[in-house]
């Protein structure tokens, strides 16, 4: 039987993912959840999912929980240091080759060949190491995730508007479930090809988000345009470091770059349907994020 390895499996998509996994009848013997702190992956365990420690600044222990692995879905660290992603991957992948890995399925950046976002050098410089490396791989370039907005509902309660330095920008959001769906697809499906695949959701512009977050909500929540320089001093004002500031303003300025919007339909052909409803998406999440308040 496939081995399914899944690095940082107790993450937000990792979680879906060994989620998914089950849901779709494989054998939790069968899975491998890669993780850094095993008392957040209990409840895995305790559903016969194999559990192994490892982070991605430890070759030996990645290497380690890799042995006996078929298939690996390698999702993107979470270090927001420039570079450091790129190091991250480099050890993950290997750890992955050393220990024979048949199939690599990574989490990569929408349009990362060209971005401008903050960690895009890092998304290239990871898709040529997989290429050199020589192991087959399946490169997910994700898109925004719809949560991203979602998770900032108190702040633009308090604030009355979705604030953003976007202008008339678009971007194609998805939610981290069709992702995580996608990368199932990619990690069980012996017909999806080794290549590159750009995720991204129907293409909407900022005002069209803030409608749809209000009709989930029940609270008009209109778009405020400001420039780069007031979101960043606004971010500052929110009691953000300066580091930090300055990277989330990047992203924004990558967005107003167009760097997140996509006409590919990708998406379709490893969910075999189309993406869920933009509305739909957020209609849930708002939901969620009420009854967690």
């Known amino acids: 039987m496939t081995t399914y390895a899944i690095t940082a499996s107790t993450g937000q998509l990792g979680r879906l993912v060994v989620?998914?996994?089950?849901?779709?009848?494989?054998?939790?013997?069968n899975i491998v959840a890669i993780v850094r702190d095993?008392?957040?992956?209990?409840?895995?365990?305790?559903?016969?999912?194999?559990?192994?420690?490892?982070?991605?600044?430890?070759?030996?222990?990645?290497?380690?929980?890799?042995?006996?692995?078929?298939?690996?879905?390698?999702?993107s660290s979470n270090?927001?240091?420039?570079?450091?992603?790129?190091?991250?991957?480099?050890?993950?992948?290997?750890?992955a080759a050393a220990a024979g890995v048949g199939r690599i399925v990574y989490t990569s950046l929408l349009r990362a060949d060209t971005s401008t976002m903050p960690l895009g050098q890092d998304h290239r410089a990871t898709e040529k190491h997989l290429h050199d490396s020589g192991v087959p791989t399946v490169i997910?370039?994700?898109?925004?995730?719809?949560?991203?907005?979602?998770?900032?509902?108190?702040?633009?309660?308090q604030i009355g508007a979705v604030v953003g330095a976007?202008?008339?920008?678009?971007?194609?959001?998805?939610?981290r479930a069709d992702l995580a769906a996608a990368a199932v697809s990619a990690l069980l499906d012996d017909t999806v090809d080794t290549a590159t695949y750009e995720l991204a959701g129907p293409s909407v512009k900022f005002p069209e988000i803030a409608d749809a977050l209000s009709q989930a909500t029940g609270r008009e929540l209109p778009y405020r345009d400001v420039t780069l320089e007031e979101?960043?001093?606004?971010?500052?004002?929110?009691?953000?470091?300066?580091?930090?500031?300055g990277f989330v303003t990047a992203l924004e300025a990558g967005m107003a770059n167009g760097d997140l919007d996509s006409d590919s339909t990708d998406r379709e052909r490893l969910l075999g349907r189309p993406a869920t409803d933009l509305h739909t998406t957020l209609s849930g999440l708002a939901g969620s994020s009420e009854q967690t308040r």
């Open 231 to 245: 979101y960043r001093a606004g971010l500052l004002a929110a009691g953000l470091d300066e580091a930090t500031a």
């Open 166 to 175: 976007a202008g008339k920008a678009r971007i194609a959001p998805l939610s």
């Open 140 to 157: 997910l370039r994700n898109g925004w995730y719809v949560e991203n907005f979602t998770e900032q509902l108190d702040t633009y309660r």
């Open 19 to 29: 989620t998914d996994l089950l849901d779709r009848g494989l054998a939790p013997a």
């Open 38 to 75: 095993p008392a957040k992956a209990r409840s895995l365990k305790d559903a016969g999912v194999q559990v192994r420690v490892a982070d991605y600044e430890e070759p030996e222990a990645m290497r380690a929980a890799l042995a006996g692995a078929d298939r690996l879905l390698l999702i």
């Open 79 to 95: 270090s927001f240091v420039p570079g450091q992603r790129a190091v991250h991957h480099a050890n993950a992948i290997e750890a």
